[in-house]
Nanobody, 111 residues
Framework: QVQLVESGGGLVQPGGSLRLSCVASGSIFRPYVMGWYRQAPGLVREFVAAITSTGITNYADSVQGRFTISRDNAKNTVLMQLNILKPDDTAVYYC?????WGQGTQVTVSS
């Protein structure tokens, strides 16, 4: 069983930046794909970004060019830099490494 713990959320003004972090622990063997999803109030959880153990990345169209995902395999950590944040980015962001999910971290973009 893999445990995932996120951190780094918060309140930021439109145009601002945040960096999210997710640390994996437990019975793992370098999870192949780690990713981020988000869920806004009243909406379904949606894919944001993912990265393989070899560094191949994939992004949702809505965040392409603004968010950057990276990982440190030695530390079982995945990071996501969120730039040029918009109010529509407001959501709870969840770390994922199938079949495990983190508890989520709130990102609020508001002036």
């Amino acid at each position: 069983q893999v445990q995932l713990v996120e951190s780094g959320g918060g309140l930021v003004q439109p145009g601002g930046s945040l960096r999210l972090s997710c640390v994996a622990s437990g019975s793992i063997f370098r999870p192949y794909v780690m990713g981020w999803y988000r869920q806004a109030p009243g909406l379904v959880r949606e894919f944001v970004a993912a990265i393989t153990s070899t560094g191949i990345t994939n992004y949702a169209d809505s965040v392409q060019g603004r968010f950057t995902i990276s990982r440190d395999n030695a530390k079982n950590t995945v990071l996501m830099q969120l730039n040029i944040l918009k109010p529509d980015d407001t959501a709870v962001y969840y770390c994922n490494s199938d079949p495990s999910w983190g508890q989520g971290t709130q990102v609020t973009v508001s002036s």
